[in-house]
């Protein structure tokens, strides 16, 4: 899939990719053109990837990309058709190879692309309020509402049957079919991705994308962020209540309900049938099996098996935690 | 009280109920004419009440209303005046006899009856900035004050001497007199209600309102979602922060303050001069008595008495608490 | 420095100050002018100012005010040059006399000098999306970017090279340069203060302003409040996440982090360097030294020293809290 979002400014010659990193190792294949930074999962043959944790060296041993950047100790996880390139700070190279590629991804400038909705064609095809801003190529399904002041930017796509409340700022999102996405949300911004750095912190690119699926909704004053590099995903027919945060890269499963004010940090996993209560948080990189049920107020620190009800801070097992609280 | 906001569908014959709800048991009244739908304590006899849980035994041995959903062991609680009705899940059957009286109370979609404050009455008659939308019957009292994109949907009643901030979306609701409603703030959306159910879970109807009495203040970008079939109560003189949420049927007394980003699950009540610390947690169906004061931080999930002061997740007496925490 | 924001309706001879706060005691210099109400730091011989606890002891010994509002118990820290008027309440004293100077903080309504930004000369001087209003006597610096509805009411100063997102509100607020305010933020309203009192709680006035220093970055949705006698302050290269609320007089140091959905409560000082992970509180009053770093979820309500690593509610010694609940 070609990024719907963000102008692909490659490809480029390796060589180029090894002087963004000022990386001076011997090179064999300079002139080998690469496409597309994506993950390990993602990548083809024309694409550079990054592997940065023993955590993917599952995903990493089996990726088709031709290159990657790592470091020296997880280098052997990679196929033999696969360059490593070892670097210092993998994160920092694939900021910088990022920004190459996706020059425009890392600030959040308002779109100027965007017209009353008086001055297009969905002025008739949706039903909609006052004051609506729509972006350059977006598409929207058929009987749609979308609610007063709400502004949907450039190439945002939306299904069919979808409710936009009012005051709603969608950017770098694709809205399946029948989603309610209530008033007041902000999707698709930019995830809070930078390396510290004493007076000026070194905003990290953020080329993925918000992708909700059938039947969902998305209660009032949420905020989700797009994903850096790979997406920011709410599963089918999974309901969110008012106030909630959902940072970049999280994957949230089908048939979830989640309470008001909860909130995940970055590249959580959670998976289906999943019940989190009130002000909750997820903590990053996490993942939460199928059918758990997380207490209100709890702070989720590491992965949680299948079938488990989890409650407090740090979350364990509930009857523990109820045991420990007579 | 006819409901000032949905309108009713009514009035029904019983044995139309008895089809909505797929009952099949014998009945006496049959052409019986119910009016509408009402929790145990607002029913007269024109009404049909719901009764679901052993918790509400004393309101429903006084009931008004002549017929009343129930389940089989609940039902010798019900005063000799009114019938019961038999089901297997009392809510879901609820909800599908709300949806026949009310069936534009699921949905959300903005309202398309507002018109630019310019071109309505109010444009002399209050203080306005501007790209203000006021819907069709909004009644505002004398001396208000309202900020930039503010949307105030249809029906809605302010009262005298009201400051409404900026970006603020008003539906469904009662503001009596003297109450600020600040920046961002959106009151009187649909609860999260609904039955969890594969693939399309199934949205409750949302009923009732947001009643805000004189003399309270509601913080920047907080949501206070309208009741289901009661309605979501703010006391008189009560002081909420920024960023709180409250969800359905929440009722909150008198003299209280509230401090930012606190949440309250739905149906539970807070009684007069409480004082809630930051980030503090209320679960659902509980209640706070008189001068409770909760710290910030705490996770409420269980009645607490009067006089009480308490801290922790879950909440203990606050004494207990500093001396575990030592 | 002069307050930038409200209109000083001083001077008063000290007599009128006495008769304000309904102080009958003797007075020797009864005619003597007092032009500012300011902090035990700030004030000047012409300033009167407060003196409430025990805890500013220290800069309450070598104000330079000549009048100071305290109690009978703390009248003895203040040098020779500041005569004492010894109150009841000190807070309450303070409030009525603030609101002589400035009578126009204490509501919040809209800014009525709006004008659209077509109208004003920032129209080709920033890159600007639709619907965005621009107070009286605004200044914005070169190469800003302002999106669509954002309102910046009167004499807000905002540097160069600044984002400003769309559907964002600043009042009471200088901004300096590089910075980023993202979407729906509402940066200035009054803080949540007052004096508790039956019926009608008595409205304390706000003020002071919001200053954000260099290269810092608000996330989506968050809610900075505007000092009450002091300023509130976001540090220099300080990057906040989505839906975080800061209130009134918080100052956050340089290079700090904050995750989203954290909360600091009233007057908090947060030094430099500082990580604080997702839903962390911060009780008001208390100082987080340099270099601290503040585990997700974590309920700081202590002074936290230099260097540490703290979790936990309330918050302890990391080690500590991992020990304790392996």
Chains 1, 2, 3 share one sequence.
Do not use: W
Request: charged residues 20%; positive net charge; aromatic residues 8%.
């Amino acid at each position: 899939m070609t990024n719907p979002f963000f102008k692909n400014h490659g490809p480029f010659k390796i060589k180029k990719i090894f002087d963004i990193i000022n990386n001076n190792s011997q090179l064999k294949k300079e002139n080998y053109k690469i496409y597309d930074i994506k993950d390990l999962t993602l990548s083809t043959s024309k694409d550079i990837t990054f592997f940065h944790s023993k955590k993917y060296s599952n995903v990493a041993s089996i990726t088709k990309a031709s290159f990657c950047i790592t470091t020296d100790s997880l280098k052997h996880f990679l196929p033999p058709t696969c360059s490593p390139i070892i670097v210092e700070n993998v994160l920092l190279s694939l900021s910088l190879i990022t920004k190459a590629f996706y020059p425009d991804s890392i600030n959040d400038d308002f779109d100027n692309t965007v017209k009353e909705i008086a001055k297009t064609n969905f002025n008739k095809k949706t039903r909609h309020g006052n004051n609506i801003l729509i972006g350059k190529n977006v598409k929207i399904g058929k009987n749609c509402s979308i609610g007063h002041n709400t502004i949907i930017e450039k190439n945002v796509i939306i299904g069919n049957n979808c409710s936009i409340g009012s005051n709603v700022i969608i950017r770098n999102t694709i809205i399946k079919d029948n989603v309610f996405i209530l008033d007041g949300c902000v999707i698709g911004k930019k995830g809070f991705g930078f390396f510290p750095n004493n007076k000026l912190n070194i905003r990290y690119p953020q080329i993925g994308i918000v992708l909700i699926e059938d039947n969902s909704e998305i209660g009032c004053g949420s905020t989700i962020d797009r994903g850096s590099i790979s997406n920011t995903v709410i599963g089918k027919n999974t309901f969110l209540d008012n106030q909630i945060h959902i940072a970049h890269n999280v994957k949230i499963g089908n048939n979830c309900i989640i309470a008001g004010q909860v909130g995940f940090a970055g590249s959580s996993i959670i998976s289906d049938n999943v019940m989190i209560g009130g002000q909750a948080g997820i903590s990053g990189h996490i993942k939460v099996g199928n059918k758990v049920q997380i207490g209100g107020g709890s702070g989720v620190i590491k992965d949680i098996e299948d079938n488990s009800k989890v409650m407090g801070y740090p979350a364990k097992d509930l009857r523990q935690f109820i045991k420990q609280n007579k």
